[in-house]
């Protein structure tokens, strides 16, 4: 499967749990984007990340959100001390290099994180 | 005023007829326009890309670009029922990675 692989593809945590979701980009992809989308709700953008780089981090979360892609191994997107309000589908998308403001972005399946 | 503004609908059509989702935007920066389908519970699929002003078609998907009005449209000839999803609009600005998304409008094709 050359896509978007995100894993687990459902998570529950208990409030106060941290939560860590996983994203291995397309093959031949080397940045990645991360959306959290709210019941009900659009896509909202969260942070965009190349290969050991954090490009545009302007959608997360002050506290308790963390993103990283390191040089070998999936992207992590990191949520300490969950809440309830945390609960929601987070989608990471990938693009092709080089960074051209018209490739588009394709979604992995996404990780459906559910607080208790 | 958001940034990408979409009807939430939902928008009924019936099966054989012309769908047609409206989307605006206020960057007028904004360099590239997509489309997404998404069905309920699943990840957002790409339909359709347009950057220039005009008419892109692409099977029975025909994306429509105004820059000038700051509208974005989408028309799917032939509904079919497996064609009832919700339907993104995303925006992506000058210098910047980050799709702008709209709420969705749903698109219910009856038989």
């Known amino acids: 499967n050359a896509g978007v692989m995100q894993n687990p593809r459902h998570l529950v945590r208990r409030r106060g749990q941290e939560a860590r979701l996983r994203c291995s980009p397309m093959?031949?992809?080397?940045?990645v984007y991360w959306y959290r989308q709210l019941p009900e709700e659009g896509l909202k953008f969260m942070v965009y990340?190349?290969?050991?780089?954090?490009?545009?981090e302007s959608g997360m979360p002050k506290e308790r959100f963390s993103a990283e892609f390191p040089k070998e191994g999936p992207s992590i997107l990191r949520i300490q001390q969950v809440v309830r309000g945390d609960s929601a589908a987070y989608f990471c998308?990938?693009?092709?290099?080089?960074?051209?403001?018209?490739?588009?972005?394709?979604f992995g399946d996404g990780t459906r994180l559910s607080i208790l | 005023q958001k940034e990408v503004e979409q009807n939430s609908g939902p928008l009924s059509v019936p099966e054989g007829a012309i769908a047609s989702l409206n989307c605006t935007y206020s960057d007028r920066g904004s360099q590239s326009f997509f489309w997404y389908r998404q069905y309920s519970g699943k990840s957002p699929e790409l339909i359709m890309f347009?950057?220039?002003?005009g008419d892109k078609e692409d099977g029975r998907f025909t994306a429509q670009l105004n820059k000038a009005s700051q509208y974005v449209s989408l028309l799917i000839r032939d509904s079919q029922p497996s064609d009832s999803a919700t339907y993104l609009c995303a925006v992506r600005g000058t210098g910047f990675q980050k799709l702008v998304f709209g709420t969705g409008t749903r698109l219910l094709v009856s038989p």
């Open positions: 093959k031949g992809h080397s940045h």
């Open positions: 990340l190349q290969k050991e780089n954090i490009i545009d």
């Open positions: 998308a990938s693009s092709p290099r080089p960074a051209d403001s018209n490739q588009p972005q394709h």
């Open positions: 347009i950057y220039s002003n």
